[in-house]
């Protein structure tokens, strides 16, 4: 009996889907397992993301909801350890990576599927935010979401074409509540349209109305809690930007481009960014790839002329990852480069396995000398205790503080998170942040602010003693200054000054550059 001659490549896909799902669910595990034996504490962006999720909204000062929303649901089914405050990230990036095979099968075939899964999978960037809570995890899987979903409305057929238009934008709407970069996404798909005469075929209006209303409905109540707050969270994002700063800068540019290598991997963007030029230039751009490339290069282009200009992090153009995965996977088969294939894997995952080890025991860092890159995620805990240990102190023998006041917001976050036992409990002095600036610079400063009340007699907890200086100026009275020191590795340590300040009244600061005046030299 022969088999039907459609059946091979059915088949084909079928075992390439199989082999995804046991490779990402093994590398999901591992992951897992990983957050639940790590000793390393909350990078203080994350007990920042915690402390939003203890009241929901829907925005906060430098952030859009989704990740205090994923946070409050882990920790509210598993409690407030780290691991469960993490937890959310490994399994979005696991669904993306399966989302991602969808998106690559149907543009290219069942073995692009795997191939571009796996280089997701084992993106050096996605490695790293499988270890911890950030934007990136949320807006990847949502940004697929919205690929897949944009890929398939050209193929499905009235009525459910209606029905994929109208969760593209959902989806594209809760990419934007994960993370603002989801406005590259939104200028893809009208790029594509621009440029492409397929592209314009698969809309009509019905479609563009129900995408459109969804994707508004989605993103409204942001937009109203961002209008209530004079649009806080938009203008921290512009600020970031930091146009103001000096222009034209080439290193800039350079650390960059140099950066996506390892965030995206060596061989992938080599490819990628290969053969974007190679097949611009040649004019044998296919329509797949058209599609990709308007999804992945704005991004890439756009945060390289931010770079050029002003500055740029590595993870800026993370909204090119999902599209850039599936475009790089394609090419490669498309070129049968099979062993750029396996070493450019080989490497990445040999950089993922290094990782785990080190989040497991990271004096395997030490050992290599990179205990630098994980210096933000130790010694919280210990650095929160002696702040505790010195309040205690305070209010059994010198008739207590008013409040505990801090110059940093790490120091603010982590205090919120590793002492919410002690400073969770009623008669505890509250948690504030001394404002350096003539305006609020983040949540902590807008939310908790130290004024006259709580400055009666506050401890002062300086990160460095950086601010010192300038936080005596603002008090009448400052005494019994105690310099604690955690060590963080054998080379490094942490250094909080912790004194007594009573009687807050702060200078007023300069109306140009919002900074109080420089303490007198003795």
């Known amino acids: 009996m022969t088999a039907h001659p459609d059946s091979a490549p059915q088949i084909a896909e079928s075992r390439a889907w199989r082999i995804t799902l046991l490779m990402v669910a093994g590398l999901t595990a591992v992951r897992v397992a990983a957050l639940f034996s790590t000793p390393l504490e909350l990078y203080p962006d994350e007990a920042q993301y915690w402390l939003w999720s203890r009241e929901l909204a829907f925005g906060y000062f430098s952030k859009p909801p989704m990740i205090a929303w994923l946070i409050w649901l882990t920790t509210t089914i598993g409690g407030d350890a780290e691991a469960w405050v993490r937890l959310s990230a490994p399994l979005l ?72 238009a109208a969760g593209m934008g959902a989806a594209l709407g809760l990419a934007f509540l994960s993370k603002y970069a989801a406005v590259y996404a939104l200028g893809s798909i009208v790029l594509h349209a621009l ?41 921290h994002t512009a600020a970031n930007a930091n146009w103001g700063a000096q222009l034209f800068n080439i290193r800039e540019l350079s650390e960059f481009l140099l950066s996506q290598f390892g965030v995206f991997g060596p061989v992938p963007f080599g490819v990628l960014l290969g053969g974007a030029i190679w097949l611009g230039v040649k004019r044998k751009i296919q329509s797949p790839d058209l599609l990709l490339l308007c999804f992945s290069a704005p991004p890439l282009i756009i945060v390289a002329g931010e770079a050029f200009v002003s500055r740029a992090n590595a993870n800026w153009a993370g909204a090119a990852f999902v599209a850039g995965s599936v475009l790089t996977a394609g090419w490669l088969l498309r070129w049968n480069a099979r062993r750029w294939l396996i070493g450019g894997l080989t490497l990445q995952a040999l950089f993922a396995t290094f990782f785990v080890v080190c989040m497991v025991n990271p004096r395997a860092a030490d050992a290599v000398g990179l205990s630098n890159g994980f210096k933000r995620v130790r010694g919280w805990d210990q650095t929160v205790q002696a702040i505790i240990d010195r309040t205690r102190e305070e209010q059994a023998l010198r008739g207590g503080v008013s409040a505990v006041a801090m110059d940093d917001r790490f120091l603010y976050n982590a205090a919120a998170y590793y002492g919410r036992d002690y400073f969770g409990q009623p008669g505890a002095p509250p948690l504030r942040m001394w404002v350096h600036e003539a305006y609020p610079q983040n949540q902590a400063e807008t939310e908790a602010p130290l004024d006259a009340a709580y400055g009666r007699r506050a401890l002062v907890v300086s990160l460095e003693g950086g601010y010192r200086p300038e936080i005596e100026q603002d008090f009448k009275a400052t005494s019994g200054l105690q310099i604690s020191r955690v060590r963080l590795d054998k080379k490094r340590a942490r250094r909080i000054d912790l004194f007594i300040a009573e009687g807050f009244a702060p200078l007023p600061r300069d109306p140009v550059s919002g900074l109080p005046p420089k303490p007198k030299r003795e």
């Open 93 to 164: 990036h696991g669904a993306t990576a399966l989302v991602i095979h969808q998106i690559a099968r149907r543009l290219y075939g069942g073995r692009s599927g795997l191939v571009a899964a796996a280089i997701y999978s084992l993106m050096p960037g996605v490695v790293l935010s499988s270890g911890l809570m950030a934007t990136d995890a949320p807006l990847l899987f949502f940004l697929s979401l919205t690929i897949w979903a944009y890929v398939s409305l050209a193929h499905a057929n009235a009525p459910r074409r209606y029905a994929v």
């Open 195 to 235: 440029i492409s005469r397929q592209a314009r075929q698969r809309w009509c209006p019905a479609t563009i109305v129900l995408f459109a209303l969804a994707f508004v409905l989605t993103l409204a109540p942001n937009f109203a809690w961002n209008a209530s707050h004079q649009f806080s969270t938009v203008k």
